[in-house]
Every structure is written in C-alpha cells, then in structure tokens.
Nanobody, 124 residues
Framework: QVQLVESGGGLVQAGDSLRLSCAAS????????VGWFRQAPGKEREFVAA????????FYTDSVKGRFTISRDNAKNTVYLQMNSLKPEDTAVYYCAASSRIVVPTTSIAYNYWGQGTHVTVSS
C-alpha cells in the first residue's frame, strides 16, 4: 500500500515556475514507477510525465517537453515536477500516481495508487 500526497500548486502568471512535490508513505516506494497526470476543467485526465523506479529514465508528453522536469529522491520518498515557462493551458489539477508495472505506463489505468491532487492555475 502506498499513500501519495501532492503539494506545491498555486496561482501563477504565464512564464512563471512552480515545483510540485509528491510525498509517499511506505517503505517500498522505490519499487514503483511514478507518474504525474493532470485534468483541466471539462477535459479528461492526461499523462504529463513519469519516472522509472531508480530515476534513470524519464518520459514526457510532447506539450511539456523542455519545460517540465520530473525527478525523484527515494531516500525522501518524494517525486518532484519542476514546471517552468508555465502557460495558461497548463492550468489543471495535477495528480501523482504510482504504478507497479515494470515498463513505464502513460495511461492512468495502469497506475495503482493516486494522490488527491493539487491545483495549478496559470493566468495570462
């Protein structure tokens, strides 16, 4: 069992940066792939980024490549999402999720555990 708690969301202006954190409970956190998803009002939840168990490989959706960076510190049971050059279209509730899959999944159904989400609003 893994419990995830996101933090770091807020209201910012276009071009600003935010760092989201996902703190996990459980001694087996390092055995999970962790992903970030987001859901904008009226839209489906979409994949944003993911990181392998050891942190050696990362994956991003095209719209955030070059602007967002996912990282993890397994000693602290925490995954981060550094978001730079934010745009109004990045406005959404951001969720972190943990998957026991070996191959990094980009679909939400493949993730076993979810946090409650943190709101990010980017004004123009």
């Amino acid at each position: 069992q893994v419990q995830l708690v996101e933090s770091g969301g807020g209201l910012v202006q276009a071009g600003d940066s935010l760092r989201l954190s996902c703190a996990a409970s459980g001694r087996t956190f390092a055995t999970y792939v962790v992903g970030w998803f987001r859901q904008a009002p009226g839209k489906e939840r979409e994949f944003v980024a993911a990181i392998t168990r050891g942190g050696g490989n990362t994956f991003y959706t095209d719209s955030v490549k070059g602007r967002f960076t996912i990282s993890r510190d397994n000693a602290k049971n925490t995954v981060y999402l550094q978001m730079n050059s934010l745009k109004p279209e990045d406005t959404a509730v951001y969720y972190c999720a943990a998957s026991s899959r070996i191959v990094v999944p980009t679909t939400s159904i493949a993730y076993n555990y979810w946090g409650q989400g943190t709101h990010v609003t980017v004004s123009s």
